[in-house]
């Protein structure tokens, strides 16, 4: 996986010890302008105009070299700017903005709405260099108007590493920011660019090199996480091969269902058939088993004690064992309920030999048996097989205390997912925290698949995901250390 994800704070070290090491400030300055510069001349229409909107600090001093080199080539480029290039506050961003004036970049300084309406009806494209990764919260005038103007405009917009307005660590923005066509991102990728609001804010997302230190300073960082691509997936899924039988692929059983959640099960066991398992089984409660095996004829089901509430009696404990142990992966939790025979059932089954994913209500469970505290239990979810935990935010808040304040963002959700496979410390156990963007989080690396479509966005989907992973896992051959980029699928 070559797509790194770094945060803010850690793209500021990457660039204090490229300082360090040899690469003035003002160079990687100007080498983030000319990236912006060089996407832009692909861009811009022949004899077009082209106007950059710069704030005050670093991002738009990036603005001010691309106007400058532009200006060089004789492209029609007008730079808007809060204050005269002699009154912006920081250093490097007054240098090259002077020097971009001094070559005869036009410069229109703090216009009223009006004016910038005016500018922007003549532009084909307009470049955000406003607000860059350090900002958070809400933009401050004269930088929410012309965010405003921008959106309305209907001219092509290309962001310099981040849309003003989002933040790039948590993908989510106070107020209304800029809607891009492109961004154009320096040396790595940020959890914000690809994730929650970032996703439609962002665009097409080009990821810009600084310089050959930063290129080595990067790749010595210790990642956030890393972005999977499809051939990044080449090495963990054994090519198809016709020698094979029901047999050959993998058993997978799936435990869930309840008189109230019919549907979950159904779906699951559907998801890990069609995913390529040779052979599933579902274990449902008895009152449920006439209805689910009358519509999914394919599939045996299982009928298994229950109590009154529809949901698995105690006495369905020793039986959900013993299936589980004749398999090669078991899927609990969809459709299953919180009751005293569930969370027996998702225990015990915690403490089988075989690899064991846990979706939806057996999540809860566990949540039960640990009082919201899993990152406090460790001992109950170290084991020898493979683990796979699938939360969604608010499950995955209550999995660690957060209840009544789950993960907000993506790497909210990663953070708190770390706190889980940290406290366990083993290479078996993998959360896959679904959201807008999902990570899927081991103790050594987190891999984030590239997102689906908002259509996933619904009941099921997940319980279709549960089913998927546990069709792969179920394959003899997945090594343990090839979870998280497995579960990214």
Known sequence: MKHRIVTAA?????????????????????????AAYTQLRARLPQGGALLIVCGKGNNGGDGWVAAEALHAKGVAVTVVSPVEPNDIQGDLAR??????????????????????VELLSGTDVVVDAMLGTGFHGTPRAPFDIWI????????????????????????????????????????????????????????????APLAEQTERLAIEADPVAWRADLDDYVDVLEPASNAVDKFSRGSVLVVGGSTRFVGAPMMAAMAAARAGAGYVTLAVPEPVAPIIQARMMEIPVLALPAGRDGTFSSEAI?????????????????????????VGVVSRLLETKVPLVVDADGL????????????????????????????????????????????????????????????????????VAKGSATACVGVDVAVLPKPGPAALATAGSGDVLGGVIAAFLARSNVDNEDIPVLCSL
């Open 318 to 342: 020793r039986l959900v064992a013993e299936l589980a142990e004749k398999r090669t992966a078991t899927l609990v939790g969809p459709g299953m309920r919180v009751s005293s025979g569930t």
């Open 95 to 116: 240098v090259v903005a002077k020097s971009a004036q001094a070559a005869g970049v036009d410069i229109v300084v703090a216009p009223p709405r009006d004016k910038v």
């Open 364 to 431: 809860n469970c566990i949540s039960r048996l640990t009082s919201n505290r899993a990152d406090e239990f460790p001992e109950l979810l170290r084991r020898a097989a493979p683990l796979v935990l699938t939360p969604h935010r608010r499950e995955l808040g209550r999995l660690v205390g957060l209840e009544d304040t789950p993960p907000a963002s993506l790497t909210a959700a990663m953070e708190a997912a770390r706190r889980i496979v940290w406290a366990d410390g083993g290479s078996e156990l993998t959360v």
């Open 148 to 207: 405003g103007c921008i959106n309305a405009s209907g001219a092509r917009v290309l962001s310099v590493d981040v849309p003003s307005g989002l933040s790039a660590q948590t993908g989510l923005a106070d107020s209304e920011c800029v809607i891009a066509d492109t961004t154009v991102t320096m040396l790595v990728l940020k959890p914000g660019l690809l994730s929650d609001s970032g996703r439609d804010a962002c665009g097409a997302i080009i990821v």
């Open 10 to 34: 850690q793209m500021k070290e990457i660039e204090r010890a490229g300082n360090a090491h040899g690469l003035p400030y003002l160079q990687m300055m100007e080498n983030a302008g000319l």
